[in-house]
């Protein structure tokens, strides 16, 4: 929130031609520092390793014993692999726990009822398909009815 009121205001300073003390913090175009850039590219391996084997670690229910109510959504165990699952009123919505960005393991997000990745952030809706990017494509999925 505190972002959108500066950005507004270095807009609106810009556009009178004014200087403003802020516009350089804010620039798109601006340079991270080596260091940073360094540090970057260096613990994000370990978050991401962090995020799997946090995943691998927890116990999922298995995709055929599954029983959900409406509007629940979890990971299963389907054979090997692991799916999202997600019931709404006469379907169970199955989809694929790896995001398309970079085949990181996707959570549930029941506020939102979203598919999350927490390595890069992207987000996917109950049925697979993309709302936030960088992911562009959407979840490998199915319909099923409910039990």
Not at 10 to 19: F, G, H, N, Q, R
Not at 56 to 70: I, R, V
Request: with cysteine.
């Amino acid at each position: 929130m505190t972002n959108v009121v500066l950005s507004s205001l270095i807009i609106s300073d810009l556009i009178e031609d004014k200087d403003n003390m802020y516009k350089e913090m804010l620039d798109p175009g601006r340079k991270k520092g080596t260091f940073q850039q360094l540090k970057q590219h260096l613990t994000n391996p370990f978050h991401v390793a962090e995020s799997e084997i946090k995943n691998m670690a927890e116990s999922h229910p298995n995709l055929d014993d599954l029983h959900l109510e409406k509007g629940e959504g979890t990971v299963a165990k389907d054979g090997m692999s692991k799916k999202g699952v997600y019931r709404d009123e006469d379907n169970y919505y199955v989809v694929s726990n790896r995001c398309t960005h970079m085949g990181c393991s996707l959570g549930w997000n029941n506020d939102d009822k979203t598919w999350d990745c927490a390595c890069h952030g992207s987000r996917f809706n109950y049925t697979g398909k993309v709302i936030e990017g960088p992911a562009t494509d959407n979840l490998d999925s199915e319909i099923r009815p409910s039990k």
